[in-house]
C-alpha cells in the first residue's frame, strides 16, 4: 500500500558553479583561464553543498527544540499503543495487532503479498527494506534467501521467486522475538515517528497526529500526488495547518477529503471507513486528543477500546 525510498525532502539543494563576470585580461592564457575557472566550480559546489547541510542541520535542531517543548501527543506509551490498535483494526481486523507479525497474503491491490504488522509489501519497497535491514542484524534467517526474488519483484504484484515458500517462512521467522522487534522499528523509523514530527511542526494535536500516522501507512511516505507528502501539499492548498495561522479541525476536513479522494482515484470502490466511520467520527465529535473511550466502525465491524 505504500513506497519508502523515494523521499526527496532530504535532498540538499546543489548550487550551481559561480559564473565570471569581469571582463577578461587579454594578456592572460585563455588555456589557464578555463583551467582556473574549472577547478574552481567543483569547490564553489561542494562549499554550497556544505552551507546547505549545514543550514539543515541548524533547522532539524530548531524543530527539535521545538517539539521538545510540546505535550507527548500520540507518542506517549498510551497513545501509542491506541495509534496501533486503530491501524490494525484497518489492517488486519483486529485490535490485537500483536498477532499480525505473522499475517501475509496477496488482497489483489496490486501490491503483491501484504505482511506483518503495518502491512509491509513486496511490490512497495518496504517490504524489503525491512529484510534488507533485518539481515545485516541477522544474517541466518529464514527470509535472507528470498532477498534476490523480493528486489526483482519490487514495484509489482509478482509472486515470482517467492512462491510457494515465502508466505511459511514469514510465519515462521515471526515468531522469532529479534524479527518481531523488527517489524517494529521499521514501522516507527519510516512511519510513525515522521508523521508524528511533521504533525506536531503543523501544530496538530494528537487526533490530527494519528490522521497523518494512519496516512503515511497507507499511502507510503512519497512525494508524489498520491504519497502522503503529496496529499499534505494538496491540503494545505484548501486550508492552512494550525501553524500557519489555521483552524485545526478545517484542516483536518481538508486533510481528510483529499486522502479519501486519493483513495478512490487508486482503487475505485475502496472501502474507506478507516477514514470515514473512524478518524471522521472522532473529528466530528471534537475528540482531538483522541480520548478513550473510543468506538469506531472499520469495514462494518464494531470496535471499542474502553
Same mark, same amino acid.
Given at each position: 500500500?505504500?513506497?519508502?525510498?523515494?523521499?526527496?525532502?532530504?535532498?540538499?539543494?546543489?548550487?550551481?558553479?559561480?559564473?565570471?563576470?569581469?571582463?577578461?585580461? @587579454?594578456?592572460?592564457?585563455?588555456?589557464?583561464?578555463?583551467?582556473? /575557472?574549472?577547478?574552481?566550480? !567543483?569547490?564553489? +559546489?561542494?562549499?554550497?553543498?556544505d552551507?546547505?547541510? @549545514?543550514?539543515?542541520?541548524?533547522?532539524?535542531?530548531?524543530?527539535?527544540a %521545538?517539539?521538545? @517543548?510540546?505535550?507527548?501527543?500520540?507518542?506517549?506509551?498510551?497513545?501509542?499503543? %491506541?495509534?496501533?490498535?486503530?491501524?490494525?483494526?484497518?489492517?488486519?481486523?483486529?485490535?490485537?495487532?500483536? #498477532?499480525?507479525?505473522?499475517?501475509?497474503?496477496?488482497?489483489?491491490?496490486? @501490491?503483491g503479498?501484504?505482511?506483518?504488522?503495518?502491512?509491509?509489501?513486496?511490490?512497495?519497497?518496504?517490504?524489503? #527494506?525491512?529484510?534488507?535491514?533485518?539481515?545485516?542484524?541477522h !544474517?541466518?534467517?529464514?527470509?535472507?534467501?528470498? &532477498?534476490?526474488a &523480493?528486489?526483482?519483484?519490487?514495484?509489482?504484484?509478482?509472486?515470482?521467486?517467492?512462491?510457494?515458500?515465502?508466505?511459511?517462512a514469514?510465519?515462521?521467522? /515471526?515468531?522469532? !522475538?529479534?524479527?518481531?522487534?523488527?517489524?517494529?522499528?521499521? =514501522?516507527?523509523?519510516?512511519?510513525?515517528e515522521?508523521?508524528? =514530527? &511533521?504533525?506536531?511542526?503543523?501544530?496538530?494535536?494528537?487526533?490530527?497526529?494519528?490522521?497523518?500516522?494512519? $496516512?503515511?501507512?497507507?499511502?507510503? !511516505?512519497?512525494?508524489?500526488?498520491?504519497?502522503?507528502?503529496? %496529499?499534505?501539499?494538496?491540503?494545505?492548498?484548501? +486550508? =492552512?495547518?494550525?501553524?500557519?495561522?489555521?483552524?485545526?479541525?478545517?484542516?483536518?476536513?481538508?486533510f %481528510?477529503?483529499?486522502?479519501?479522494? $486519493?483513495?478512490?482515484?487508486k =482503487?475505485?470502490?475502496?472501502?474507506?471507513?478507516?477514514?470515514?466511520?473512524?478518524?471522521?467520527?472522532?473529528? /466530528?465529535?471534537?475528540?482531538?486528543?483522541?480520548?478513550?473511550p473510543?468506538?469506531?466502525?472499520?469495514?462494518?465491524?464494531?470496535?471499542?477500546?474502553?
Amino acid at each position: 500500500m505504500k513506497r519508502v525510498g523515494v523521499l526527496l525532502l532530504g535532498a540538499l539543494p546543489v548550487i550551481a558553479a559561480g559564473v565570471y563576470l569581469a571582463v577578461p585580461d @587579454d594578456s592572460a592564457d585563455p588555456a589557464d583561464t578555463a583551467a582556473a /575557472a574549472s577547478s574552481s566550480a !567543483p569547490a564553489t +559546489a561542494e562549499s554550497a553543498r556544505d552551507d546547505a547541510k @549545514d543550514r539543515a542541520e541548524e533547522e532539524r535542531e530548531a524543530d527539535d527544540a %521545538l517539539i521538545a @517543548d510540546l505535550p507527548p501527543g500520540l507518542a506517549a506509551p498510551a497513545k501509542k499503543e %491506541l495509534a496501533q490498535q486503530l491501524v490494525s483494526s484497518a489492517e488486519n481486523s483486529t485490535t490485537k495487532w500483536r #498477532t499480525a507479525y505473522g499475517s501475509i497474503q496477496d488482497v489483489g491491490d496490486g @501490491d503483491g503479498y501484504t505482511a506483518g504488522i503495518v502491512g509491509f509489501c513486496t511490490g512497495t519497497h518496504d517490504l524489503l #527494506t525491512l529484510v534488507e535491514r533485518y539481515t545485516e542484524a541477522h !544474517p541466518d534467517n529464514g527470509l535472507a534467501g528470498y &532477498l534476490p526474488a &523480493l528486489r526483482e519483484v519490487d514495484g509489482s504484484d509478482s509472486h515470482e521467486g517467492l512462491d510457494p515458500g515465502f508466505t511459511a517462512a514469514w510465519k515462521a521467522e /515471526a515468531e522469532v !522475538p529479534a524479527f518481531r522487534a523488527a517489524q517494529e522499528e521499521e =514501522r516507527d523509523r519510516v512511519y510513525f515517528e515522521p508523521a508524528v =514530527r &511533521l504533525a506536531k511542526l503543523d501544530g496538530l494535536g494528537t487526533l490530527g497526529q494519528f490522521v497523518y500516522y494512519d $496516512a503515511m501507512v497507507f499511502h507510503g !511516505p512519497d512525494t508524489d500526488a498520491e504519497g502522503f507528502y503529496g %496529499l499534505r501539499e494538496r491540503a494545505m492548498a484548501k +486550508a =492552512r495547518t494550525p501553524g500557519q495561522g489555521g483552524a485545526e479541525k478545517a484542516y483536518l476536513d481538508a486533510f %481528510l477529503d483529499v486522502r479519501e479522494q $486519493a483513495m478512490e482515484a487508486k =482503487r475505485p470502490g475502496i472501502d474507506t471507513s478507516r477514514v470515514g466511520t473512524a478518524q471522521r467520527r472522532f473529528l /466530528a465529535a471534537g475528540n482531538m486528543k483522541l480520548a478513550t473511550p473510543l468506538v469506531w466502525e472499520m469495514y462494518g465491524d464494531t470496535y471499542r477500546v474502553p
